[in-house]
């Protein structure tokens, strides 16, 4: 097996799992995280934690570890680490790949309202409706000025400062399938959702669960990104790597 590393830019699910397929394959994968999540699964392999000190430092990791292959496994909505990805690819010419997940598409019943950031969701929202706010923490703080909107704000960890709206309820629970949350909708009385197309099947039930109870969803659509070699699952991505480092298999 070739010493030199394939380094994939993690924190998705789709990033543990091509860890986990590639390692099978007797590749040496390092997986790199940026370290937000308190108690993440740790992916198979080697793993690093915390952030490289932008797109020169990526830079200078990828040259100091000898990486064979870059791997850009990074959530549709995390974009600086992806813009600092091809910066690095740049200039040090490593070969690359970016595994990105499709994004969910409008279905017939679906009730979508369509935006491109979050203050222009914090604005679709209609007066009096009660919000499920489907977000991460750190997105929470424009829907303060929505004083006359009930938030139900869903979270896996709690928040470590006190959420900044007004007339809310927190939830400390992971999306469920789509009778839980068919149920977690009329248990709230729930209006309307909030989230990012993050696309995958994890979050899914939710929308899902809206289309058939017809609530609509104030979806926020992706951020545009430059175009790059993407590929949209983990068996492609590890064909992808097969072709590129076919001699470094054990
Ligand atoms: N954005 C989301 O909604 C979301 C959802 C689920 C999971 N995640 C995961 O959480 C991480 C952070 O997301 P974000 O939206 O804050 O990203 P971001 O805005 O694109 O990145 C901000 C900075 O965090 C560091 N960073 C991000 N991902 C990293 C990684 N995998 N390894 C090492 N450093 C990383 C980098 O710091 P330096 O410039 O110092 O290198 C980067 O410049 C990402 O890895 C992403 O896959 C994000």
Redesign the pocket.
């Known amino acids: 097996m070739s010493d030199q590393p394939i380094l994939i830019?993690?924190?998705?699910a789709e990033?543990a799992r091509l860890a986990a397929r590639l390692v099978a394959q007797g590749y040496r994968v390092i997986s790199?995280?940026?370290?937000?999540?308190r108690n993440p699964q740790s992916p198979d392999g080697e793993v690093r934690v915390?952030?490289?000190?932008?797109?020169r430092?990526?830079t200078g990791y990828i040259a100091r570890e000898n990486v064979a292959l870059l791997i850009d496994a990074?959530?549709p909505?995390?974009?600086?680490?992806?813009d600092?990805a091809l910066v690095a690819v740049a200039s040090t010419q490593v070969p690359f790949v970016r595994l990105e997940r499709p994004a969910w598409h409008k279905r017939p019943g679906d009730r979508w309202t369509s935006v491109t950031s979050m203050e222009e969701a914090v604005s679709a929202i209609p007066a009096r409706a009660r919000v499920l706010l489907a977000l991460?923490r750190q997105h929470i703080a424009p829907f303060s000025r929505r004083g006359d909107v009930h938030f139900v704000v869903r979270m896996i960890d709690p928040p470590e400062t006190p959420l900044d709206l007004i007339d809310f309820e927190l939830e400390l629970s992971k999306p469920g399938n789509v009778e839980e949350e068919t149920d977690f909708l009329t248990m709230k009385r729930l209006t309307h959702i909030v989230c990012?197309n993050?696309g995958g099947s994890a979050s899914y039930a939710k929308i899902k669960a809206a289309r058939d109870l017809g609530l609509p969803v104030i979806m926020i659509d992706r951020p545009h990104r430059p175009l790059t070699h993407t590929l949209p699952d983990v068996e492609s991505v590890g064909q992808f790597v097969s072709d590129t480092l076919g001699s470094f298999r054990t």
């Open positions: 830019l993690g924190g998705t990033a790199s995280l940026a370290g937000r999540t915390g952030g490289f000190g932008g797109a430092g990526l990074t959530h909505f995390a974009t600086q680490i992806s600092n991460g990012r993050s």
